[in-house]
Protein backbone atom coordinates (compact mmCIF):
# COMPACT_ATOMS: atom_id res chain seq x y z
CA UNK A 1 0.00 0.00 0.00
CA UNK A 2 1.10 3.40 -0.08
CA UNK A 3 3.67 4.94 2.39
CA UNK A 4 4.98 8.38 3.17
CA UNK A 5 8.45 8.99 4.57
CA UNK A 6 9.20 12.24 6.42
CA UNK A 7 12.18 13.67 7.56
CA UNK A 8 13.87 15.23 9.75
CA UNK A 9 11.85 13.78 12.54
CA UNK A 10 13.31 16.56 15.19
CA UNK A 11 14.25 20.52 13.16
CA UNK A 12 15.81 22.89 15.67
CA UNK A 13 16.06 26.48 13.49
CA UNK A 14 17.03 29.96 14.62
CA UNK A 15 13.85 32.48 14.44
CA UNK A 16 13.82 34.05 11.46
CA UNK A 17 16.07 31.57 9.43
CA UNK A 18 14.28 28.55 6.90
CA UNK A 19 12.95 25.51 7.69
CA UNK A 20 12.54 22.96 4.97
CA UNK A 21 11.01 19.09 5.81
CA UNK A 22 10.98 16.57 3.29
CA UNK A 23 8.98 13.44 1.88
CA UNK A 24 8.91 11.25 -0.32
CA UNK A 25 5.81 8.79 -1.45
CA UNK A 26 5.75 5.06 -2.69
CA UNK A 27 2.87 5.04 -5.18
CA UNK A 28 2.67 7.13 -8.19
CA UNK A 29 -0.66 7.37 -8.58
CA UNK A 30 -0.69 9.54 -5.81
CA UNK A 31 -2.38 12.75 -6.76
CA UNK A 32 -2.88 15.20 -3.49
CA UNK A 33 -0.16 16.28 -0.77
CA UNK A 34 -1.69 17.79 2.06
CA UNK A 35 0.58 19.29 5.08
CA UNK A 36 -0.75 19.61 8.22
CA UNK A 37 0.27 21.34 11.63
CA UNK A 38 -1.14 20.20 14.61
CA UNK A 39 0.12 21.72 18.03
CA UNK A 40 0.00 19.58 21.33
CA UNK A 41 -3.29 17.54 22.09
CA UNK A 42 -5.11 19.98 19.11
CA UNK A 43 -6.24 18.33 15.75
CA UNK A 44 -4.25 18.08 12.26
CA UNK A 45 -4.86 21.55 10.86
CA UNK A 46 -4.28 21.97 6.84
CA UNK A 47 -1.87 24.57 6.10
CA UNK A 48 -1.53 24.22 2.55
CA UNK A 49 -1.57 21.98 -0.11
CA UNK A 50 -0.49 20.83 -3.98
CA UNK A 51 -2.09 18.65 -6.33
CA UNK A 52 0.32 16.28 -8.74
CA UNK A 53 -0.62 18.83 -11.68
CA UNK A 54 1.10 21.87 -10.30
CA UNK A 55 4.96 21.76 -9.26
CA UNK A 56 5.17 24.56 -6.80
CA UNK A 57 2.38 26.33 -4.54
CA UNK A 58 3.07 29.32 -2.28
CA UNK A 59 1.51 30.97 0.90
CA UNK A 60 3.02 33.82 1.77
CA UNK A 61 6.03 32.10 4.42
CA UNK A 62 4.82 29.01 2.98
CA UNK A 63 5.52 26.86 0.04
CA UNK A 64 5.53 23.16 -0.97
CA UNK A 65 7.20 21.52 -3.64
CA UNK A 66 6.27 18.56 -5.64
CA UNK A 67 8.71 16.35 -7.71
CA UNK A 68 6.40 13.89 -9.39
CA UNK A 69 9.17 11.94 -10.99
CA UNK A 70 10.86 11.61 -7.97
CA UNK A 71 8.21 11.43 -5.91
CA UNK A 72 9.07 13.94 -3.31
CA UNK A 73 7.56 16.48 -1.84
CA UNK A 74 9.01 19.24 0.67
CA UNK A 75 7.32 21.96 2.75
CA UNK A 76 9.50 25.42 2.64
CA UNK A 77 8.81 28.14 5.87
CA UNK A 78 10.65 31.23 5.29
CA UNK A 79 11.33 33.92 8.22
CA UNK A 80 10.51 31.58 10.98
CA UNK A 81 8.56 32.64 13.87
CA UNK A 82 8.15 31.09 17.84
CA UNK A 83 4.37 30.70 16.50
CA UNK A 84 5.58 27.96 13.79
CA UNK A 85 6.92 25.33 16.64
CA UNK A 86 4.86 22.45 16.12
CA UNK A 87 4.54 19.02 14.87
CA UNK A 88 4.35 19.09 10.96
CA UNK A 89 3.22 16.11 9.42
CA UNK A 90 3.37 15.43 5.38
CA UNK A 91 0.66 13.66 3.58
CA UNK A 92 -0.41 11.68 0.82
CA UNK A 93 -3.72 10.51 -1.02
CA UNK A 94 -4.89 8.69 -4.48
CA UNK A 95 -8.18 10.24 -4.96
CA UNK A 96 -10.55 12.50 -4.15
CA UNK A 97 -12.23 11.22 -0.69
CA UNK A 98 -9.54 8.36 -0.75
CA UNK A 99 -8.06 7.81 3.05
CA UNK A 100 -4.98 10.15 4.37
CA UNK A 101 -1.86 8.62 4.67
CA UNK A 102 0.28 10.72 6.89
CA UNK A 103 3.86 10.54 7.38
CA UNK A 104 5.62 10.10 10.89
CA UNK A 105 5.67 13.76 11.67
CA UNK A 106 8.83 16.48 11.74
CA UNK A 107 8.77 18.47 15.34
CA UNK A 108 10.00 21.52 14.54
CA UNK A 109 11.36 24.08 17.51
CA UNK A 110 11.87 27.52 16.71
CA UNK A 111 14.95 28.76 18.89
CA UNK A 112 14.84 32.92 20.28
CA UNK B 1 -18.04 27.76 9.27
CA UNK B 2 -19.47 23.94 9.96
CA UNK B 3 -17.30 22.19 12.18
CA UNK B 4 -17.09 18.52 12.72
CA UNK B 5 -17.54 17.84 16.09
CA UNK B 6 -16.46 14.85 18.52
CA UNK B 7 -17.57 13.70 22.04
CA UNK B 8 -16.55 12.95 24.62
CA UNK B 9 -13.26 14.92 24.75
CA UNK B 10 -11.84 12.42 26.85
CA UNK B 11 -12.61 8.90 27.94
CA UNK B 12 -11.54 6.71 30.69
CA UNK B 13 -12.62 3.46 30.75
CA UNK B 14 -11.08 -0.32 32.10
CA UNK B 15 -9.76 -2.82 29.79
CA UNK B 16 -12.40 -5.24 28.24
CA UNK B 17 -14.92 -2.14 28.73
CA UNK B 18 -16.89 -1.53 25.35
CA UNK B 19 -16.89 2.51 24.47
CA UNK B 20 -18.97 4.31 21.85
CA UNK B 21 -16.81 7.42 20.57
CA UNK B 22 -19.50 10.04 18.59
CA UNK B 23 -18.94 12.08 15.66
CA UNK B 24 -21.04 14.81 14.23
CA UNK B 25 -19.76 15.35 10.48
CA UNK B 26 -20.29 18.96 8.87
CA UNK B 27 -24.11 18.44 7.43
CA UNK B 28 -23.57 18.07 3.54
CA UNK B 29 -20.60 15.94 3.61
CA UNK B 30 -21.01 12.07 2.28
CA UNK B 31 -17.72 10.50 3.27
CA UNK B 32 -16.79 9.58 6.61
CA UNK B 33 -13.76 8.59 8.31
CA UNK B 34 -11.97 7.71 11.78
CA UNK B 35 -7.92 8.06 12.40
CA UNK B 36 -6.22 6.99 15.26
CA UNK B 37 -3.17 9.05 16.89
CA UNK B 38 -1.06 7.22 20.04
CA UNK B 39 1.09 9.67 21.88
CA UNK B 40 3.70 10.77 20.03
CA UNK B 41 3.20 9.03 16.55
CA UNK B 42 1.36 10.02 13.52
CA UNK B 43 -2.17 9.88 12.79
CA UNK B 44 -3.29 6.46 11.05
CA UNK B 45 -6.20 5.75 9.24
CA UNK B 46 -8.96 3.23 10.62
CA UNK B 47 -11.84 3.57 8.25
CA UNK B 48 -13.68 4.92 5.85
CA UNK B 49 -17.52 5.56 5.53
CA UNK B 50 -19.43 5.94 2.26
CA UNK B 51 -23.66 5.21 1.68
CA UNK B 52 -24.68 3.53 4.25
CA UNK B 53 -21.53 1.21 4.55
CA UNK B 54 -17.68 0.83 5.23
CA UNK B 55 -15.92 1.64 2.16
CA UNK B 56 -12.38 0.77 3.43
CA UNK B 57 -10.55 -0.23 6.73
CA UNK B 58 -7.22 -0.78 7.97
CA UNK B 59 -5.45 -4.00 9.38
CA UNK B 60 -6.10 -1.63 12.70
CA UNK B 61 -9.83 -1.93 12.01
CA UNK B 62 -10.75 -5.71 13.17
CA UNK B 63 -13.26 -7.52 14.94
CA UNK B 64 -13.39 -5.11 18.00
CA UNK B 65 -13.79 -1.89 15.72
CA UNK B 66 -17.90 -1.03 14.39
CA UNK B 67 -18.96 2.06 12.82
CA UNK B 68 -22.64 3.15 12.37
CA UNK B 69 -24.75 6.18 11.12
CA UNK B 70 -27.39 5.24 13.43
CA UNK B 71 -29.09 8.73 12.84
CA UNK B 72 -28.91 11.66 9.65
CA UNK B 73 -26.19 13.41 11.76
CA UNK B 74 -24.21 11.00 13.83
CA UNK B 75 -21.58 9.07 12.85
CA UNK B 76 -20.21 6.63 15.45
CA UNK B 77 -16.90 4.17 16.59
CA UNK B 78 -17.37 1.44 18.87
CA UNK B 79 -14.96 -0.30 20.51
CA UNK B 80 -16.08 -4.21 21.93
CA UNK B 81 -13.21 -4.72 24.42
CA UNK B 82 -11.02 -2.17 25.20
CA UNK B 83 -7.46 -2.72 25.62
CA UNK B 84 -4.54 -1.24 26.81
CA UNK B 85 -3.07 -0.55 23.18
CA UNK B 86 -6.36 1.05 22.10
CA UNK B 87 -5.26 4.26 24.26
CA UNK B 88 -5.13 7.28 21.74
CA UNK B 89 -6.72 9.95 20.17
CA UNK B 90 -9.59 9.03 17.72
CA UNK B 91 -10.17 11.94 15.58
CA UNK B 92 -12.90 11.91 12.98
CA UNK B 93 -12.86 13.56 9.47
CA UNK B 94 -15.21 14.06 6.60
CA UNK B 95 -15.73 15.61 3.08
CA UNK B 96 -17.84 16.77 0.77
CA UNK B 97 -18.12 14.37 -2.39
CA UNK B 98 -15.79 14.93 -5.16
CA UNK B 99 -13.04 17.20 -3.34
CA UNK B 100 -9.62 16.20 -1.19
CA UNK B 101 -9.72 18.53 1.60
CA UNK B 102 -11.29 16.55 4.46
CA UNK B 103 -12.29 18.54 7.75
CA UNK B 104 -10.82 16.88 11.19
CA UNK B 105 -12.96 17.25 14.56
CA UNK B 106 -11.17 18.09 17.36
CA UNK B 107 -10.67 14.75 18.84
CA UNK B 108 -11.69 11.72 21.51
CA UNK B 109 -8.54 11.43 24.00
CA UNK B 110 -9.31 7.90 24.98
CA UNK B 111 -7.73 6.22 27.84
CA UNK B 112 -8.03 2.80 29.02
CA UNK B 113 -6.46 1.60 32.48
Redesign the interface.
Known sequence: GENVEQHPSTLSVQEGDSAVIKCTYSDSASN?F?WYKQEL??????II?I?SNVGEKKDQRIAVTLNKTAKHFSLHITETQPEDSAVY?CAA?LN??????????TRLHILP | EPEVTQTPSHQVTQMGQEVILRCVPISNH??F?W?RQILG?????LV?F?NNEIS?K?EIFDDQFSVERPDGSNFTLKIRSTKLEDSAMY?C?S?S??????Y????T?LTVT
Open positions: YPGKRPQLDRFLRDDKIIFGKG | LYYYQKVEFSYESFAVGGVYEQFGPGR
